[in-house]
T-cell receptor
């Protein structure tokens, strides 16, 4: 069975600093996709970044980058130059077409990021 | 604008009552999903549908039912058999079901039991 682990319940960072949110995953399949979502206090889930297991380059989207280490099964999210609006809960998720639930997402328990001025 | 809408934003359920949560998308996506989120937790899959008139149970389908009669609509009914329905419910859709296709979420419905 696939599994996502986020070991940091909460992280604190000052504005303009970079922060890394950890994510490790477990799967026996070679083809899979990894996602990061942001959930502000309003509740909606906002897609941030995607990494495919066969992608050779680490994914980047603006201030977000994904530090993908396939051998270690980790997919850490790096947020550069943190802003107050980055304060939210962040979820790592994985999609695996081979899993029993089809292609729905499997989520970690999330990390709460607090950015202070 | 294209997107996913969910209604209502808040829903109150009495004991023994069935309630239905609405999810509509105008993104022309084939696949739609329902997730449940409990406080301080990640999302868990209730049901998903990859095509009209077809849907599959997820990890926690007991006490829930769905239908997919139209491509753009995927309502979720919380039945009286669901003994602990208080949670945040999120609907999502994706263009297809390949590994790289992103799921986009609606704003969610908070269900509370009276």
């Amino acid at each position: 069975a696939q599994k996502i682990t986020q070991t940091q319940p909460g992280m604190f960072v000052q504005e303009k600093e970079a922060v890394t949110l950890d994510c490790t995953y477990d799967t026996s399949d070679q083809s899979y996709g990894l996602f990061w979502y942001k959930q502000p206090s309003s509740g909606e889930m906002i897609f941030l970044i995607y990494q495919g297991s066969y992608d050779e380059q680490n994914a980047t989207e603006g201030r977000y980058s994904l530090n993908f280490q396939k051998a270690r099964k980790s997919a850490n999210l790096v947020i550069s130059a943190s802003q107050l609006g980055d304060s939210a809960m962040y979820f790592c998720a994985m999609k695996d077409p081979a899993n029993q639930a089809g292609t729905a997402l499997i989520f970690g328990k999330g990390t709460t990021l607090s950015v202070s001025s | 604008d294209g997107g996913i809408t969910q209604s209502p934003k808040y829903l109150f359920r009495k004991e023994g009552q069935n309630v239905t949560l609405s999810c509509e998308q105008n993104l022309n996506h084939d696949a739609m999903y329902w997730y449940r989120q409990d406080p301080g937790q990640g999302l868990r899959l209730i049901y998903y549908s990859q095509i009209v008139n077809d849907f599959q149970k997820g990890d926690i389908a007991e006490g829930y039912s769905v239908s997919r009669e139209k491509k753009e609509s995927f309502p979720l009914t919380v039945t009286s058999a669901q003994k602990n329905p208080t949670a945040f419910y999120l609907c999502a859709s994706s263009e297809g079901h390949n590994r790289g296709e992103t799921q986009y979420f609606g704003p969610g419905t908070r269900l509370l039991v009276l």
